[in-house]
């Protein structure tokens, strides 16, 4: 049986690199796929990864019908075994919609890819969309890591180092951006809702356990969490 397959992560743990490992797979044993991307680190009509792999793919937008994509290619005589959809959150209910039709329709596997929240951990339409519909999904076991260590759960988007928490969902960027530019980091949950990112916290230099207070207030004045242990940097 064809299937919807929903890739899941935060960002930096392997989605596109996934993706690459699947059409080769499937190609080297001779079958042909169509992948589709939208705002590629790697340009239009391109699937990358960050480990340097790159791949042709058609380039899509909102409106682009995927499923008549498809038909058409088909009508043509081409041949397609299996549909590829990188940056997945990116895309509208409709259009998860179409890719179901493809699976239910024309009987062929779909593997959608992408991060399931934005920067301020609200569901992206397009990933709640393939949550709602897919046969399964899948979270991705290689992990992403907070500054901290532990393991990272949440998209944050930072400008010159500083995490916001304002502006549209959809702001073309990645990891590892100069602290200028608007870039992205991946938090853990406990530093996400602190807004400490790696610049923030290396400027503070603050323990990850310090509770959430005022750096500037003496400790003496400092609020105290019942039953908690007081810890403050050089304690």
């Not at 920067?119 to 339409?125: A, I, M, Q, V």
């Not at 951006?177 to 230099?205: D, I, K």
């Not at 207070?213 to 400092?222: G, L, W």
């Amino acid at each position: 049986m064809s299937e919807l397959v929903f890739f899941s992560g935060t960002m930096d743990c392997g989605k596109s690199t996934l993706a690459l490992q699947i059409e080769h797979n499937r190609s080297a044993r001779g079958l042909s796929g169509v992948i589709f991307t939208r705002n590629d680190r790697a340009g239009e009509g391109r699937l990358s990864s960050r480990l340097g792999l790159v791949t042709e793919a058609v380039e899509t937008e909102d409106g682009f019908d995927f499923h008549l994509h498809v038909v058409k290619h088909l009508t043509a005589g081409g041949r397609t075994d299996y549909v590829i959809v990188d940056e997945a959150q990116f895309l509208e209910p409709e259009q998860v919609d179409q890719l179901a039709r493809i699976v239910d329709d024309l009987g062929m596997d779909v593997f959608a890819f992408g991060i399931t929240t934005d920067f301020r951990t609200k569901l992206f339409p397009g990933s709640q969309r393939l949550m709602e519909l897919a046969d399964r999904i899948e979270v991705l076991q290689v992990e992403a890591l907070c500054w901290c260590g532990a393991r990272a759960t949440h998209n944050a988007r930072t400008v010159g180092g500083r995490m916001i928490v304002e502006g549209a969902q959809v702001v073309v960027g990645d990891v590892g951006r100069p602290a200028a530019e608007v870039g992205y980091e991946v938090l853990c949950r406990r530093h996400h809702r602190r807004r400490l990112t790696a610049a923030s916290a290396g400027a503070g230099a603050l323990s990850p356990d310090v509770l959430p207070v005022d750096a500037a207030q003496p400790p003496a004045e400092r609020p105290q969490v019942p039953g908690a242990r007081a810890e403050f940097p050089g304690a």
